[in-house]
């Protein structure tokens, strides 16, 4: 079978053909390469392979993939539940521990908590609560905590294949509204607690999100780090990856990506994407950092828009804390039948190495109608393998 001419637009406007497929209206076209096989989920796609992402339709590159555990929450609904199983629709309601406040306030944070969220969607109007030894409460966190661990299941979970890759930055200007391309900063190894890095350009892309195709240009992408991350294979007609991209990833092992959660509330499917950053010191405290992804999906043919966010944090001593406010980042995004995706990346940071987050979205309908959309429960998990001779720099 022939493969297809790609025609790609120079400048992209996020105009939807289809649910699977997206095509971008433009004053001018260009053939960028050729569309090749999709591989099946148990084939991973090899380091330097073009691609066009399925849903936000930037070009780009894939560094390494991951096998990630999945804890698909829909899938855990199919199943039935015994007497002694508690489903997350059925717990009770904890009483409000939070306030709202008046638009463009700061979050403001109870100094005596050791549960401190530093999250960029939070630092925009809404307020920030702890509360300590909350454990009798209804609506107890730990009950939603085991709600997790039971997701080690093989009726709730499963594996699949994800990839770290670099986006064009040609494309970056025409999808930031719609996901996070700005730089990813990660702390260095905890022996290196003062090395704080920036990668800009960086995504985390599942398997079914990836378009694979042969690139008629070279470089495939523009990028900074491509040419020091990757070399021409003149006999192949490829890049393959280099020893620096090799040793990076080894050296790095906690920016790993292990674990996905996934929820779906009446046709609004939430996916959380969190890894662990590394923990650094100040005034003689030591504090763990999580980077965690977010995407919002629309499954309906209506546009419905994100008004408010809700989160609750809890922290292995028990510490928790409520951060209620408008929109996220800053805005209120719309999630419509031609651009029914949104994805952004916020941080979070606890004194204790361990931790769960969860949380709501309040959705409005285009009739007015607003719905509470649960974020499942994720964890917070840290890992402090010693590494040697950790470099002061990631690449």
Aim: hydrophobic share 25%; glycine share 4%; aromatic share 10%.
């Amino acid at each position: 079978m022939a493969l297809k001419p790609l025609n790609y637009c120079i400048r992209l406007t996020n105009k939807c053909h289809s649910q699977t497929t997206r095509r971008y209206s433009s004053t001018k076209l260009a053939e960028v390469g050729r569309f090749e096989h999709v591989l099946a989920d148990e084939n991973c796609y090899p380091a330097g392979q073009p691609f066009l992402h399925r849903i936000f339709g930037y070009r780009g590159v894939v560094l390494f993939p991951w096998l990630a555990r999945v804890h698909d929450f829909d899938m855990r609904k199919q199943y039935t539940q015994t007497p002694s199983t508690l489903k997350l629709e059925e717990l009770p309601h904890k009483r409000k521990s939070s306030r709202r406040t008046n638009d463009g306030d700061k979050a403001e944070e109870d100094s005596k908590s050791k549960a401190r969220s530093t999250s960029g969607e939070d630092e925009h109007e809404g307020d920030a609560h702890s509360d300590a030894n909350e454990d009798d409460e209804s609506g107890n966190p730990t009950i939603e905590l085991n709600e997790t661990q039971r997701f080690t299941n093989p009726q709730s979970t499963r594996f699949h294949p994800y990839y770290q890759v670099l986006i064009d930055t040609r494309d970056c200007v025409h999808v930031s509204s719609r996901t996070s391309t700005e730089a990813v900063t990660h702390l260095g190894h905890p022996d290196n607690s003062k090395s704080v890095f920036s990668i800009k350009g960086l995504d985390y892309v599942a398997h079914e999100d990836i378009l694979p195709y042969k690139s008629l240009e070279e470089p495939p992408i523009e990028h900074e780090l491509h040419k020091k991350l990757f070399k021409s294979n003149a006999e192949s007609q490829s890049y393959e990856p280099t020893d620096l991209l090799d040793s990076w990833r080894s050296k790095h092992p906690w920016l790993e990506l292990s674990r996905i959660y996934r929820e779906t509330t009446q046709d609004i499917r939430v996916t959380v994407i969190p890894f662990y950053l590394g923990h650094n010191y100040c005034d003689g405290s030591s504090f763990h950092w999580w980077r965690y992804c977010i995407r919002l999906e629309n499954f309906s043919d209506m546009t419905i828009q994100l008004r408010e966010r809700h989160w609750r944090i809890f922290s292995r001593t028990k510490q928790l804390q409520t951060i209620k406010g408008r929109g996220v980042m800053g805005i209120e995004p719309s999630l419509t039948p031609t651009e029914p995706a949104y994805q952004y990346s916020s941080h979070v940071n606890l004194e204790d190495k361990s931790g769960l987050m969860w949380g709501t979205f309040k959705m409005q309908r285009e009739d007015g109608h607003t719905f509470e959309c649960k974020v499942p429960p994720f964890s917070l998990e840290s890992s402090l393998t010693p590494i040697p001779n950790a470099p002061n720099t990631p690449i």
